[in-house]
């Protein structure tokens, strides 16, 4: 269950907000509608979550990934934004899993970059997978060149057993699956990259980390039902894309997502990527940026305090960080924080988040999304939560949320320039 609330003082702004949550409802209705499937069919694999992460997908997806935990010292995860951003983020969140360790490649061209993911794998047990949905992105295919002739040279023909590659079929990736004998699995031709976090794509990494990829779906299915089950001015979802479109129509340009939980740090990216790749279209959408407090509360802070009103905040706050750390007087040390003393981390961390968001909701308008705790459960709801908004905000905006022509401008100019 995810909880919204805004925190906004200015009436006439609240006004607008209410009348938007009336005028934009048959865009909530639409969501998934029949007309929705005829125009965006080709995108709408993940509205369904039993659709690629039914039984038999998730019983393949776990007897993979046994097979590569049980071997492997280093599983390199080759992809470019869609394709691992959803699988990092949550991997990176519990590094206390069990399973190999996760290398990550094919999100970068930097030689340097290159060199420090060899430099991991060097002399260790290695499996790789590479994603790539059509198998025509510059970064992961020359990634998966390099890796492949590291894997042939290290373990001859054995290293076919060792190659695992994440693609459409029909693609010239299951073409070379099927001719060297890799292991093929399939990238969802029916859902784009950003939206595969509850697919194959981001599930096998996650299992083969450790990661309870079946709390995961069911996070993400429960917060399916929960939405799909209220198309009013009541859900969550639609009052926080409205509210997104208001402050973008006042003229807020920029939403930045700011929590107090480290673990999230990859998430953002994911998260970025999502709105920045749906919405930034026909010269119109929200940039989407993110703040790690509390420790860019001493940077960029300022700048959200004092600076350009281009901003406008949304706080995704985690009710039970599940640790704790009690600050225990010195006599020893004046230091000047006895004030600290008999504190839980747990009770400073809050106050510093209770204190940043009164301060800034007087100067921005602010929301806030409240998650219980962070488990492998809570990141299948919040990224399911965060696909529907992105498919309602998209439309209320009147943008297509699925497609990306926009990145197809450098690639043009970069494929001259190697002389593809």
């Known amino acids: 269950m995810i909880q919204f609330q805004m925190f906004d003082h200015q009436p006439e702004r609240c006004e607008k907000y209410h009348q938007m949550l009336t005028d934009n409802l048959p865009v909530l209705e639409g969501i998934g509608s029949e007309a929705d499937f005829e125009k965006y069919g080709d995108s709408l694999g993940w509205f369904d979550i039993d659709t690629w992460a039914n039984e038999a997908e998730l019983s393949a997806i776990e007897e993979l990934a ?76 020359s990634a998966f060149r390099v890796l492949r002739e590291y894997l042939y040279e290290t373990y001859g023909e054995k290293a076919n057993e060792r190659i695992i590659a994440t693609g459409s079929r029909n693609s010239l990736l299951e073409t070379i699956c099927k001719e060297q004998g890799y292991s093929f699995v399939e990238f969802p031709q029916t859902v784009g990259g950003r939206y ?107 700048f959200l305090q004092d600076g350009s009103p281009v901003i406008f905040e949304t706080f995704l706050h985690v009710k039970d960080p599940q640790a704790s750390m009690i600050v225990h007087p010195d006599g020893c040390v004046k230091d000047d924080f006895d004030y600290l003393n008999g504190k839980d981390f747990r009770e400073i961390n809050e106050a ?8 800034h909701s007087e100067k921005m308008p602010c929301m806030v999304l409240e998650v219980e705790k962070l488990t492998p459960y809570s990141f299948g709801e919040i990224f399911y939560f965060f696909m529907y908004t992105c498919y309602v905000s998209a439309g209320i905006l009147g943008v297509n949320p699925f497609d990306q022509e926009g990145v197809e401008a450098y690639k043009q100019r970069m494929f001259k320039a190697l002389g593809k």
């Open 66 to 141: 046994a097979r590569v935990r049980r071997d492997a010292d280093v599983f390199v995860l080759i992809g470019v934004g869609g394709s691992n951003n959803a699988a990092r983020s949550v991997i990176e969140a519990f590094p206390e899993c069990d399973g190999p360790e996760i290398v990550y490649a094919g999100n970068s061209l930097s030689p340097w970059a290159f060199e420090q993911v060899m430099n991991k794998i060097r002399g260790k047990s290695v499996y790789i997978d590479c994603i790539a949905k059509n198998f025509q992105t510059l970064e992961p295919g």
């Open 352 to 359: 510093a988040y209770g204190a940043t968001l009164r301060a």
């Open 196 to 302: 595969t976090a509850v697919t194959a794509v981001g599930l096998l990494p996650m299992a083969v980390a450790g990661i309870d990829i079946r709390a995961l779906v069911k996070g993400a299915a429960d917060m399916a039902a929960e939405l799909k089950g209220c198309r009013d001015i009541t859900q969550s979802a639609y009052r926080y894309a409205v509210a997104r479109n208001l402050y973008y129509n006042e003229g807020y340009r920029m939403e930045m997502l700011a929590s107090f939980e480290p673990q999230l740090h990859w998430f953002y990216k994911w998260w970025i990527q999502l709105f920045a790749e749906s919405e930034g279209k026909e010269d119109q959408g929200v940039y989407p940026i993110s703040g790690e407090y509390s420790e860019e509360l001493h940077s960029v802070g300022q």
